[in-house]
Antibody
Framework: EVQLVESGGGLVQPGGSLTLSCEAS????????MIWVRQTPGRGLECLSI???????DYADSVKGRFTISRDDSENTVFLQLNSLRAADTAIYYC??????????WGQGTLVTVSS | DVVMTQSPLSLPVTLGQPASISCRSS???????????LNWFHQRPGQSPRRLIY???NRDSGVPDRFSGSGSATDFTLRISWVEAEDVGLYYC?????????FGQGTKVEIK
């Protein structure tokens, strides 16, 4: 059974950093694309970053240069490093297994709140 | 980025009656590999989105066959043949052809 469990969210001050983790089970994260998506009431669902099977990555312009996606094959975990956080980054962050160029399996999400 | 526009944004429906949601993209969603990566998701309050349809018309495992998707290039439709109470919530179209993948603004389906 495919399962994704995110962790690492919380309250952080503007300009601060956070690392989100997404532990996968039921499949190998190296065998598929993995994607991070966030959701806010104002901007809806937004795809942020993707890591491909070969390890290459892509980012949305809104987070390019501030967020970094990576994975640990031995832990079967994908990470999203969030730097230079702004109030506008407050959101629920989901990781997902990408199949047919769309998020097919989603985690439960982790809430990131950026506030002083 | 490709803009996905859904209509209507609110859809009151009667149980047992059909419903449909339209989605238009600002660019063609035909990929260089020949596939069209248009997807539909359903989200209930407090839950993560769940994919219903991928590549325009393919139902995900466990999705009832009263859900169907159609369309091509820039115009797509999600149809529910008859609405059941569990179908309430938000529905999103989403394109995967162009990075970044982008979602529509969502259509809220509620029972009249």
């Amino acid at each position: 059974e495919v399962q994704l469990v995110e962790s690492g969210g919380g309250l952080v001050q503007p300009g601060g950093s956070l690392t989100l983790s997404c532990e996968a089970s039921g499949f190998a994260v190296t065998s598929t694309y993995m994607i991070w998506v966030r959701q806010t009431p104002g901007r809806g669902l937004e795809c942020l970053s993707i890591i491909y099977i070969d390890g290459n990555t892509d980012y949305a312009d809104s987070v390019k240069g501030r967020f970094t996606i990576s994975r640990d094959d031995s832990e079967n975990t994908v990470f999203l490093q969030l730097n230079s956080l702004r109030a506008a980054d407050t959101a629920i962050y989901y990781c997902a297994r990408d199949l047919f160029l769309s998020p097919a399996y989603w985690g439960q999400g982790t809430l990131v709140t950026v506030s002083s | 980025d490709v803009v996905m526009t859904q209509s209507p944004l609110s859809l009151p429906v009667t149980l047992g009656q059909p419903a449909s949601i339209s989605c238009r993209s600002s660019q063609s969603l035909v990929h260089s590999d020949g596939n069209t990566y248009l997807n539909w998701f359903h989200q209930r309050p407090g839950q993560s989105p769940r994919r219903l349809i991928y590549k325009v018309s393919n139902r995900d495992s466990g999705v009832p066959d009263r859900f169907s998707g159609s369309g091509s290039a820039t115009d797509f439709t999600l149809r529910i043949s008859w609405v059941e109470a569990e179908d309430v919530g938000l529905y999103y179209c989403m394109q995967g052809t162009h990075w970044p993948q982008t979602f529509g603004q969502g259509t809220k389906v509620e029972i009249k």
